[in-house]
Nanobody, 121 residues
Framework: QVQLVESGGGLVQAGGSLRLSCAAS????????MGWYRQGPGKQRELVAT???????NYLDSVKGRFTLSRDNAKNAVYLQMNSLTPEDTAVYYC???????????????WGQGTQVTVSS
């Protein structure tokens, strides 16, 4: 069994910062990619930032220069530093992982439970 545990959401004023954390635990053979998606009110879920095992990062255009994704391979964790937040960043943020399970060596996608980020104007 694999679990993703998120933390760090909350309420912040526009221009402020938040840091999201996500750690994966369980029977993990190999972590292929981790990152964050978000879903704002009335919107579809969208990719915010991801990083692959080969250190290839991908960012949503609207967060480039403001958000930074980092990871700790030893902990199977990723961190999203979010600066210069705007009300448009308000959403539920979901941790994402694509990994190979030790159980059966199958590549599976996992999602966290989501953490609310609210940016007030």
């Amino acid at each position: 069994q694999v679990q993703l545990v998120e933390s760090g959401g909350g309420l912040v004023q526009a221009g402020g910062s938040l840091r999201l954390s996500c750690a994966a635990s369980g029977n993990i053979f190999r972590m292929n990619a981790m990152g964050w998606y978000r879903q704002g009110p009335g919107k579809q879920r969208e990719l915010v930032a991801t990083i692959t095992s080969g250190d290839i990062t991908n960012y949503l255009d609207s967060v480039k220069g403001r958000f930074t994704l980092s990871r700790d391979n030893a902990k199977n964790a990723v961190y999203l530093q979010m600066n210069s937040l705007t009300p448009e960043d308000t959403a539920v943020y979901y941790c994402y992982a694509r990994l190979v399970r030790r159980l059966d060596y199958v590549s599976i996608e996992y999602w966290g439970q989501g953490t609310q980020v609210t940016v007030s104007s």
